[in-house]
């Protein structure tokens, strides 16, 4: 069993921070891409940040500048740092990561629960 649990979300004003946090956990061979993605009420599940396979980072064009994706293989977490909040970032954030159980295994995608993150005065 793998779980990714997330905590960190909550309401804040306009231009304010929160930072989220999600860590994995059970029976984890490796991790390779893991991030952040979100879902607005009446809207499609979005890239937020997050690291590829390879390594690298993306980002939505919506937070660049603003947002931050930061990791910890050895404790299998991911990070985000979120600045400067606009009442357009109001959303569930879920954590997502592709895992092998095992090194028979094949990569599978696993998502958190979501977190609420409401941005508004």
């Known amino acids: 069993q793998v779980q990714l649990v997330e905590s960190g979300g909550g309401l804040v004003q306009p231009g304010g921070s929160l930072r989220l946090s999600c860590a994995a956990s059970g029976s984890i061979f490796s991790i390779t891409a893991m991030g952040w993605y979100r879902q607005a009420v009446g809207e499609q599940r979005e890239l937020v940040a997050a690291?590829?396979?390879?390594?690298?980072?993306n980002y939505a064009d919506s937070v660049k500048g603003r947002f931050t994706v930061a990791r910890d293989n050895a404790k299998n977490t991911v990070l985000l740092q979120m600045n400067s909040l606009k009442p357009e970032d109001t959303a569930v954030y879920f954590c997502?990561?592709?895992?092998?159980?095992?090194?028979?295994?094949?990569?599978?995608?696993?998502w958190g629960q979501g977190t609420q993150v409401t941005v508004s005065s």
């Open positions: 690291f590829s396979r390879s390594g690298s980072t």
């Open positions: 997502h990561a592709d895992i092998m159980t095992s090194r028979y295994d094949r990569w599978r995608d696993y």
